[in-house]
């Protein structure tokens, strides 16, 4: 787990590099707090979608680019 800061606010994310951890996400997490996440990594940046499956929790998700 690592910690980022986006604006004014810190975050604890656990990190997504493989396509193995990518394909899992947060299957299977019964709760996340307010400042916990998981962060998916794209190199080289793509456009991508997202499937929920398996997910119990409500979830955001925001893109993040180099801009």
Sequence with gaps: MIEIEIGNKEYKVKEAK????KEKGLQ???ELSEDEGMLFYFDP??????????VEIPLD?????DD
Aim: charged letters at 25%.
């Design 61 to 65: 998700i925001i893109f993040i680019n």
């Design 45 to 54: 940046p793509q456009d991508v979608s997202f499937w929920m499956k398996g």
């Design 18 to 21: 493989s396509d193995s951890e």
């Design 28 to 30: 299977g997490v019964k």
